[in-house]
């Protein structure tokens, strides 16, 4: 079911270079904010109707009928994307060269970081990853262990971050981006996320404001993050090329999803419940100060020829 799940999230990559196809430099952000308003909506109604469907067990297994659910909105998604989704480019503007499938393409990676700052922008998205997934894989047992929360009030906290990403990335983004540029938004969501990771973890101590603020600044900064890293990437990349570099991205953030959680586990295991949320302050306070590197979207590229 892993295995499923992981090839399957590679449509973001897709999705995020549809994006980029249909969008002009300047209006990127905004569109890369469409994406994320959907994962905020999916924030404030998935983990609520699956904390609500979780307390009705099939063949005495609680949790499994949410599964079915889910497989049936992900059959919905592809009756969805086959009948009313178009291609981004005409025949005449679409690439004529194939990449080979293959599982691990060490050539479309060298290709991608030779692009200046597309590099760092990769390697911060799996930074911030990293640490994020960590955030989810441990946050029910975290508010389960301090503050017995059940699995209802759990996703009741997502969803609350879910109405913060869906303002955020709604009705803030285009603006902020207008006026402080791709990049600026990115250094500003490593330090924002670094406090709320901060607070949540802290939150054991100062009581469940601290939870529920942690959370909203968490999910700020991840609103702003995730849009504005790939919008920087794809500008930096140029529309020739900004498939795969895009691709690239998502891959380096699969790879901090596969890490990400095993880490949070074993530091949640071994130095507290506590220890995942610091680190991860830690970490993406280093996003941040790394953020800074990286080069304006005026400066020139370095040519790079990739596959589409």
Do not use: C
Request: a positive charge; hydrophobic letters at 50%; aromatic letters at 10%.
């Amino acid at each position: 079911a892993r295995l499923f799940s992981g090839m399957a999230t590679a449509n973001l990559a897709v999705a995020q270079a549809y994006i980029a196809d249909v969008t002009t430099p300047e209006t990127r952000a905004k569109g890369m904010g469409i994406i994320g308003i959907g994962f905020g909506l999916g924030f404030i109604f998935g983990p609520v109707i699956g904390g609500e469907l979780g307390r009705f067990p099939i063949d005495g297994r609680v949790g499994a009928l949410a599964g079915f659910v889910a497989a049936g909105l992900s059959v919905l998604n592809f009756v969805l994307a086959t009948v009313f989704v178009p291609e981004s480019l005409p025949p005449e503007r679409r690439g004529t060269s194939l990449r080979r499938l293959r599982p691990l393409d060490f050539g479309a990676l060298r290709a991608a970081t030779q692009v200046p700052g597309v590099g760092l922008a990769a390697f911060l998205g799996f930074l911030v990853i990293f640490w994020f997934a960590g955030m989810e894989q441990t946050f029910r047992m975290f508010t389960e262990d301090a503050f017995s929360m059940t699995v209802a009030g759990t996703g009741r906290v997502f969803a609350l971050v879910g109405v913060v990403a869906v303002i955020v990335q709604g009705g803030l983004l285009h603006r902020l981006t207008r006026r402080y540029g791709e990049a600026n938004l990115v250094r500003a969501a490593g330090v924002i996320q670094a406090i709320g990771f901060a607070l949540v973890g802290a939150s054991p101590s100062f009581g469940r404001a601290f939870l529920y603020i942690g959370a909203s600044a968490i999910a700020v900064g991840s609103g702003l993050h995730t849009p504005s890293l790939s919008s920087y990437t794809s500008r930096r990349a140029g529309p020739e090329s900004q498939g795969v570099t895009l691709g690239v991205l998502q891959s380096m953030g699969s790879l901090g999803r596969m890490l990400g959680p095993a880490m949070a586990g074993v530091g949640y295991h071994f130095l507290g419940m506590s220890a995942p949320y610091y680190l991860g302050a830690l970490g993406m306070l280093l996003a941040a100060i790394l953020a800074s590197r990286l080069p304006p979207l005026g400066q020139p590229r370095a040519a790079a020829t990739m596959s589409r």
